[in-house]
């Protein structure tokens, strides 16, 4: 059974940066697409970003792309959001998934991936 743990949100102001980690336990990491989730209040989960087992392949939502940035070490098992230039509209609970192959297609799909966490906070105060 694989397991996801986020860490590392919180309240931050306009402007600030921030790095989001999830960790994954129960199986081979490197035999996972990772995929960063957000879902803000009253709105539907949108996709954030994903990266390939190898880390060689990535993909971002437009509203995030230049801003954040995703990274695995495959040797901790983590997956790393890093966010930058945050804005009051990135607020939002952050959410890590999971998908098992070595494809990276529909990666922007929430119904991909097999396993989620259990969300981690971020607020952007203006």
């Known amino acids: 059974q694989v397991q996801l743990v986020e860490s590392g949100g919180g309240l931050v102001q306009t402007g600030d940066s921030v790095r989001l980690s999830c960790t994954l336990s129960?199986?081979?990491?490197?035999?996972?697409?990772m995929g960063w989730f957000r879902q803000a209040p009253g709105k539907e989960r949108e996709f954030v970003a994903a990266?390939?087992?190898?880390?060689?392949?990535?993909a971002y939502a437009d509203s995030v792309k230049g801003r954040f940035t995703i990274s695995r070490d495959n040797g901790k098992n983590t997956v790393y959001l890093q966010m930058n230039s945050l804005k009051p509209e990135d607020t939002a609970v952050y959410f890590c998934?999971?998908?098992?192959?070595?494809?990276?297609?529909?990666?922007?799909?929430?119904?991909?991936?097999?396993?989620w966490g259990q969300g981690t906070q971020v607020i952007v105060s203006s």
């Open positions: 998934a999971s998908v098992f192959g070595t494809a990276f297609s529909d990666y922007d799909l929430a119904r991909t991936y097999d396993y």
């Open positions: 129960g199986r081979t990491f490197i035999n996972y697409v």
């Open positions: 990266i390939h087992w190898s880390g060689r392949m990535s």
